[in-house]
């Protein structure tokens, strides 16, 4: 493969100083974007980072710095849709995509450089939100990692039960009748830190990471995404129902969880990892969704448990 450079935008990422971005060509045409710490420093392996819904690579700049420092290398990618990737719909405010199955064309393609760049074994999967969804998936289908880490993990989606059967039947339709390019109703095309206030944000309880990501988007608005369509939101829906059908992974595994969890189903996780033999859910008091993006004292723990179960494993 020939490796393209890609834009990283390091003043704003806070990650270890020897970042790069590559743009990487899917098999279907579609270009997504990967970021890579420690290529050169890592002697313990090498952490897959899955962000989440309407997330980019400089998002895990700090992440990555967490994790370079207990000597991994570290790559991240920009999903297609959202980040620095090609957008599916003219209007680049709008989360979509044409099947999660295409997220697994993004994570073959994501391997692919991953052995282009000869980055150090064994693989682990740190895995959030949407990410945890499709990593889920990719575990399922064999991903080769000795271990895995979740926080929040969007094996469901947050909503009441009128809702959800609302979402079904809204989503469904309008994808069936060539109307899912319509935002998803309750969303806003305008990303969400920029368009809520910190007070009882569903993300962090942390005033600076909330600060950090509004910064991001602030600064370069080609990053941000806004709502979900009709069609991602039925994708989504389905997805998270063959998962839940679908036996557990023999891969050990180490999963997070807020107890002020409002955006992906907090039901949905307990099932899970009730029944994940080699698996331990670890429940965060007042944290949001975005456990990694939390005070610093939580970061910590979650790197240091990362490191313990992806050494203990490797």
Request: with cysteine; glycine share 10%.
């Amino acid at each position: 493969m020939t490796l393209t450079p890609a834009p990283l935008h390091a003043d704003v990422a806070d990650g270890p100083a020897d970042g790069k971005a590559y743009w990487l060509t899917c098999p279907d045409g579609v270009k997504i974007r990967a970021g890579v710490w420690g290529a050169e420093t890592g002697t313990k392996g090498t952490v897959l980072l899955f962000p989440g819904r309407t997330e980019f690579i400089e998002k895990y700049g700090r992440a990555a710095a967490g994790f370079t420092a207990r000597g991994y290398a570290v790559v991240v990618i920009d999903w297609r849709g959202q980040g620095l990737a090609d957008r599916l719909l003219p209007d680049r405010a709008l989360g979509h995509v044409g099947s999660f199955k295409d997220y697994q064309t993004d994570v073959a393609t994501l391997l692919g450089l991953v052995e282009d760049l000869a980055l150090p074994k064994p693989l682990s999967l740190f895995a959030h939100s949407m990410g945890g969804c499709i990593g889920l998936r990719a575990l399922v289908e064999d991903l080769k990692v000795t271990s895995a880490v979740f926080t929040g993990p969007m094996w469901g989606i947050a909503m009441t039960n009128s809702k959800r059967s609302l979402g079904w039947v809204a989503s469904t339709a309008a994808h069936n009748l060539g109307l899912g390019n319509i935002i998803s109703p309750g969303t806003l095309p305008e990303t969400y830190v920029l368009s809520n206030p910190f007070d009882d944000n569903m993300l962090t309880t942390d005033p600076e990471m909330f600060d950090y990501m509004k910064r991001q988007v602030a600064k370069y608005p080609d990053l941000a995404l806004g709502g979900p369509t009709l069609s991602w939101l039925n994708h989504a829906l389905r997805e998270c129902r063959a998962l839940a059908a679908h036996p557990t992974p023999n891969v050990p595994c180490l999963t997070y969880l807020g107890t002020n969890e409002r955006i992906v189903d907090k039901d949905a996780i307990h099932d899970r990892m009730g029944r994940w033999p080699n698996g331990e859910l670890v429940i965060i008091e007042d944290g949001e969704h975005e456990i990694i993006m939390e005070c610093e004292a939580v970061r910590e723990q979650v790197y240091e448990a990362a490191d313990a179960l992806f050494t203990k494993h490797a």
